[in-house]
């Protein structure tokens, strides 16, 4: 009954075979079964329902994603001097795979294989699937598998005597471990050169190296020799690895690349397919590996996009790394062309293709290994660079401190013999004056001396305090400069730049040239001021020359800036005046007194009302002369003191403030320049003072 059960069975599988039978001659090593050889049956048999279930032909040997069971059956005829045969499918990560012999254990008998079987279940205890049949001489054996995974399923089953099977298997094994060696030599490297700099993109790619590592053990099936017995572990370990790789090596490439910086944008799809592989770790763990797969699938389109994108970006650019990286990159990508149609059947099967990807795996670590060792070398030229700018820098400084100590002391005492001089000027005016009959008494010129040399001597006086303290500050600085460690040089720099910081190095020169260019000006107004004092009693042999008016009511309203603060200054200056051959610094002593007496008619009116008080300064070209006109919207003059206030030592203010002395020599001035003064005032109205001016001197 039995022999009959046997005998009709072979018949019915004879009646429902399409495909041509497998000829197994033993002489080619590992033989690839090809695609038409195979018949496959998608969806759910139990062993008695195979002999009546109609299969169809394989197109390729690439049958997708199911969630049901891939049947696929094969006949092999066995021409070979051996009886027996072993069939293997150089796939390591499949969950689950059955062979049903059709003769000699008969349709309801099976041998189990696969990531989710124990190792203590299957007969041959290999991470690829390998299964024993015994087919005599001449005879042939039709065989069935049941195929279950939770990736894709590409099967390409090969066909080898047991000499040949174990040949192939031990260079694997050679392979495998030379793999695992280049791995581990680049982790351990990769980890020391972290250890010693501590850059961020060593942390990255440690962390890519350990995932990949772990991932392709799942893929190659290196993890069965050490998860065997664990097959839940084993089969996630795939999964769990390729997530964390796609996590690191975004982080890896946004590190070592700059993304963030130099490609914003693309830094954002980056950050995008973090979450996306971050959700791949989460549901391996929760145990949904065929959407696992699906994303992983979906990640890698993106990523090899991208990551080809922004290196090839980036090369174009000339960055030195990104070239290095495009280079690796490309290397993991051709393996896996290259492999994948290996599978389909474009390209011939050979025993050592199932090797491809993780020599392209390899070959990436080497090269990324390289290119990271190369950025070390950029940043410690460039390291070397910067510290030689630096210290370039530290001598200019230095340089500069004591150029501008040099021209800080000879500033300082040419100002100092300015004011002696200035003081001794004045003195010797102040003695004219007194012999003078038209001194009224020694108080008033005392008095009209103090208001017309107080503000600038003030104004030299406050700066020197303040100058003082700089040039100490100056000094502090060049003796940190003097005591630096260059055996240091990294901290001394940090301590200089930090005393830099807090001396506030650049302000401190800036505010130490405005002192200078405050006693500067001081001095020169002191000069000024005594100048128009003797030019009152005995002329001014100074030379005339031509001399642009607009420029120097400009300097003369900057001094005044700190009595303006209280008034509203309106400004009409004609573009169009012409050079005026005078001598400008007396004009400009002119323009000074006039607003100074504006100013303090305003101040008698108004008070600090910026609203209420107008200054009004004008220029206009009349042709053969030009016109100064000062106004206020004051008081006003009354038609009587019109006729007084341009005599010597005549003042309406109060004592101490005014002798008299400002509008008389103004007078001289502009006499002696061949011009004139009129008044033009309207009591409640305001005041204009109109200077007129020849164009060239008049003789």
Known sequence: MLRFSYLLSCCLLALVAKSS???????????????????????NLDGQELARTKFNKAKQLDFGHSNKYIWIRMDIENISDCDEVFLMLPIAHIDSIRMYDSVQFGLYNFELSGDLVKNSIKKFKDPYQVFKLFIRNGSSRAVYFRVSSSSQLILPFTIASE???????NIRNIFFGGFVGVLLVMFLYNLVVFLFTGAESYTYYICYLVSIAAAQSGMTGI???????????????????????????????????????????????????????AAVIVLTFVGSYNLAFKLINIGGGI???????????LAIKGDRKAKFYLTAWIGLIISVIVFTLVLIGFIEFVPYTNFIIPFG?????VLLSLALADSINILREESKVANQRTIDQIEKNEELVRNQNVVLERKVSERTAA???????????????????????LGTLTAGIAHEINNPINFVSANVIPLRENINDITTLIAAYKSIDFSNLKSEL????????????????????????????????????VQGLTSFSRGDMVKKSEADINRGIRSTVSVLKSRLNNVKLIMSLDQNLPLVFCQVGKINQVVLNLINNALDALEEKNGTNRKASHLIVETKNLGESIQIIIGDNANGIDKELQLKIMEPFYTTKDVGKGTGLGLSISYS???????AIEIDSEMGVGTKFIVTLPIVLQT
Request: without cysteine; glycine residues 8%; proline residues 2%.
């Open 419 to 441: 004011l002696q001089q200035a003081l001794d000027d004045l003195k010797a005016a102040q003695s004219q004056l007194v012999q003078s009959e038209k001194m009224a008494s």
């Open 303 to 313: 990523i090899a996009l991208t990551f080809a994108v922004i290196s090839i970006t």
């Open 223 to 277: 993890s069965n020799y050490i998860f065997g017995e664990m097959p839940t572990v084993n089969n996630a370990l795939l999964f769990v690895g390729s997530g964390f790789a796609g996590v690191f090596s975004i982080l890896f490439i946004k590190s070592f690349l700059m993304v963030k910086f130099k490609l914003p944008r693309l830094n954002f799809v980056l950050n995008i397919l973090i979450l996306l592989y």
């Open 163 to 169: 000499a040949a099977l174990y040949d192939h298997i």
């Open 21 to 43: 039978p497998y000829t197994f001659l033993g002489d080619k090593g590992i033989e690839r079964i090809a695609y038409d050889n195979l018949e496959y049956y998608n969806g």
């Open 669 to 675: 001035i502009i006499e002696d320049h061949g011009g």
């Open 361 to 365: 795996v390899v070959l990436e670590t």
């Open 494 to 529: 940090k301590r200089l730049a930090g005393l830099e910081e807090e001396l506030e190095l650049d302000y401190m020169l800036t505010e130490t040239k405005q002192l200078i260019d405050g006693i500067e000006e001081g001095a020169n107004r002191t000069h000024t001021i």
